[in-house]
């Protein structure tokens, strides 16, 4: 090992824990135990895997609030969305229980003989997560790769390890192999490195900051490997004169300052018709002073900190000079608090085009149709939106003009697990969840038989 790292409560910023930081011998060792436990898993019969994966999921729902109030130790998410998350782990992995089972694979028609395809495993699958919503998008990964017959080294964001450090002894108590699924916690540089680097590590898939995801994928395509990346986002709330307002308005909020606004399909751009948008900010100013700020153990509460004191700085540094038109509130106190902010923003400002990635919306005006989808279109992501109006062929034009990966007319969902979920453009490579999300973790292999004497 090389030391510990400590882990620390943001809505108190007081020291929860010490966790051993993996060098990378612990990385190469848990590989090695990998590559063993995933022959075996991979011939075993259909059923044991997806019976061994429901029993996996059982495990995880007897513990949802336990999971749930330590994600609101490490994380400071408020404890309704802490157990939504801990009950959706459970979900993913109930869903792709019925992948082993239904991996099939195709008989084409070939002359003098039998032709079928196979959906082979890749072996190990490296999956390295953010800290934005730790045990969610590790589930993404872990449940459909070992699902296709693949075993998982998983590394978490060293801010926020407790969560994966559980679901990785919650498998071994549901009777997972040893060495299936392993949690290596560590740093960044070293252990998902190694997993970039390490020739029996055949997949990986990131989910993290656009910059980090582009030099991830060049070590895979060194190694040629297959990667998945899931990056960043500037989604676009797109709201027509045509929409229902009050709603629109009333859900804007939600949409954005979720988890702190720490959310990659965060709307953290509102982009409001010229003619309604003096009446969408009256409409929004109330909604935004009333959205529950405060202790994310407590019931009411519907956002807490952000994760730590210096991703506060980096957000606060978005702020500082922009045209704010109105805040919400947040405690004082130690933790990483800051209040919900609302900026006017002109076309080109940073705060339009960069992801804050925290609670703070840009509001911007548009003329017309066209204006609304080249202004949607202005950033180099691509992975999320949302549109308002009441004209269905509105809806229908503007959602196939947008180019994004996940969009929603007159809602905000972007994460329903069996849906596909991932971006465009900056926004990343591939596609999770959704019925396909186990194939992705299968190479084709095509068998011909031949049957003439
Ligand atoms: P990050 O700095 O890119 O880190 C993501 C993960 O990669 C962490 O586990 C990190 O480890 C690890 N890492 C760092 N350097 C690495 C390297 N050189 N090689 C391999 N792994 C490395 O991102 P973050 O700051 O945690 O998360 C915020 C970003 O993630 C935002 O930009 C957000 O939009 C994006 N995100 C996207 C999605 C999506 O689904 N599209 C979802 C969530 C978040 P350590 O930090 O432990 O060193
Ligand atoms: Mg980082």
């Not at 969305?81 to 782990?89: Q, T």
């Not at 953010?130 to 969610?136: K, L, V």
């Not at 919650?170 to 490195?193: N, Y």
């Not at 680097?197 to 910059?211: A, I, L, N, Q, W």
């Amino acid at each position: 090992m090389s030391g510990t790292f400590t882990v620390i409560n943001p809505a108190t910023a007081q020291p929860i824990r010490e966790i051993a930081r993996a060098g990378a011998d612990e990385v190469d060792a848990a590989i090695a135990a990998a590559v063993v436990a995933q022959r075996g898993w991979a011939s075993s019969a259909p059923l044991t895997r997806a019976d061994a994966l429901r029993r996996f999921a059982r495990v995880v729902e007897e513990h949802v609030e336990e999971l749930a109030q330590l994600e609101v130790l490490n994380s400071g998410h408020p404890i309704g969305s802490a157990r939504w998350e801990a009950s959706h782990v459970a979900q993913v992995l109930n869903f792709y229980a019925g992948a082993p089972e239904r991996l099939s694979g195709q008989q084409i028609p070939v002359a003098g003989g039998l032709d079928v395809t196979f959906h082979e495993p890749y072996g190990v699958v490296g999956i390295i997560v953010p800290w934005n919503f730790p045990m969610t998008i590790a589930s993404w990964g872990f449940a459909p790769a070992l699902a296709a017959g693949n075993a998982v080294v998983l590394k978490p964001a060293e801010l926020t390890p407790l969560t994966a450090i559980r679901l990785g002894e919650l498998a071994l108590e549901a009777g997972l192999p040893e060495g299936l699924f392993s949690v290596v916690t560590g740093s960044g540089s070293v252990v998902g490195q190694r997993f970039v680097s390490h020739p029996d590590v055949r997949k990986v898939v990131f989910t993290g900051s656009t910059e980090v995801g582009v030099s991830v994928a060049a070590g895979c395509a060194q190694a040629l490997k297959p990667v998945t990346l899931e990056l960043g986002g500037k989604s676009a709330n797109i709201v027509f004169e045509d929409a229902d307002l009050e709603r629109a308005a009333s859900a804007a909020p939600g949409a954005v300052f979720d988890n702190a606004g720490q959310d990659c399909c965060a709307r953290s751009r509102i982009l409001v018709q010229r003619s309604v948008y003096d009446r969408f900010l009256e409409l929004l100013e109330p909604a935004v002073r009333g959205f529950a700020v405060g202790d994310p153990t407590l019931e009411g509460t519907q956002m807490g900190p952000l994760i730590s004191a210096s991703h506060r700085s980096t957000v606060a540094g978005f702020v500082d000079g922009a045209n704010v038109a109105f805040r919400g509130s947040a405690p004082d106190g130690d933790g990483f608090w800051f209040a919900p902010t609302v900026v006017l923003a002109e076309r080109g400002d940073r705060i339009a085009r960069e992801e804050v990635f925290g609670p703070v919306v840009a509001v911007l005006p548009f003329d017309d149709e066209a204006d609304a989808v080249a202004l949607a279109n202005d950033t180099i992501y691509g992975l999320a939106g949302s549109i308002w109006t009441e004209n269905l062929g509105r809806a229908v034009r503007v959602s196939r003009a947008v180019k994004s990966g996940v969009l929603s007319v007159n809602s905000h969902s972007s994460v329903r697990y069996w849906t596909p979920f991932g971006g465009m453009k900056a926004s990343g490579l591939g596609r999770e969840l959704g019925p396909d999300a186990a194939e992705h973790f299968t190479e084709t292999k095509n068998v011909f038989f031949a049957t003439d004497d």
